[in-house]
């Protein structure tokens, strides 16, 4: 079983996707429980539209919810233990949950899984993973958002992070690893 976290309130709409994004997730994957975090006012009544959810998750009534225009700053001062955002990081960290979701302020994400999860040793930032599909399956791709420029060394442990996760999440036994360049010229997009 695979216990998700979840920052309902996260997002340019919160519980009004994030609510039916879980219902998707848990028809798919029946192996799948989600330890819900949000305000209550928001969150219960989506997920009364939702029966089948409270067979597969608890929810967790936040005071706070971490807005998309606030700085990293902010979020971990103001409000950040009372958050369904830290709630939701904070419950990997607990072992209530093997993974987090957020659709919320990265910036904050980021800044609230370094404070609270930190990194591994020889690693100086976290990074956000993604799934992307291929013709031979899924890739892994580290960095989506995060970090615009990246020097080398942040490249370096990026492509130990998603090779990690590509072994232990996908049972690889020898990833391959690329780089996906950001272009910054007036013809791109």
């Given at each position: ?8 309130m ?5 519980p ?23 305000r ?9 539209k ?9 929810f967790f009534?936040c ?8 700085k ?9 233990w009372?958050?369904?955002m830290?709630?939701a ?5 607990s072992?209530?949950?093997?993974a ?6 990265t910036?904050?994400?980021m ?10 040793a ?17 890739s892994v791709?580290?960095?989506v958002?995060a970090?615009?420029g990246a020097?080398?060394?942040?490249l ?5 992070l998603g090779?990690?996760?590509a ?21 791109k997009?």
């Amino acid at each position: 079983m695979i216990r998700i976290s979840i920052d309902a309130m996260g997002g340019d709409h919160g519980p009004a996707v994030v609510i039916p994004a879980l219902m998707t997730v848990a028809t798919r994957r029946p192996d799948v429980r989600f330890v819900i975090y949000g305000r209550e006012e928001a969150v219960r009544p989506e997920l009364a539209k939702f029966p089948k959810l409270a067979g597969v998750s608890e929810f967790f009534h936040c005071e706070v919810a971490v807005r998309m225009d606030d700085k990293p700053s902010q979020a971990l001062r103001h409000g950040r233990w009372k958050s369904s955002m830290w709630k939701a990081v904070e419950a990997v960290k607990s072992g209530t949950a093997d993974a987090c979701v957020s659709a919320g302020n990265t910036g904050a994400l980021m800044a609230m899984s370094k404070f609270c999860l930190r990194t591994m040793a020889t690693i100086d930032r976290p990074a956000i993973a993604a799934l992307w599909p291929t013709l031979r399956g899924e890739s892994v791709v580290l960095d989506v958002g995060a970090t615009i420029g990246a020097d080398a060394h942040q490249l370096i442990d990026f492509a130990i992070l998603g090779t990690g996760m590509a072994r232990s999440v996908f049972g690889v036994s020898r990833p391959s690893v690329g780089l996906l360049n950001v272009g910054v010229e007036e013809i791109k997009g």
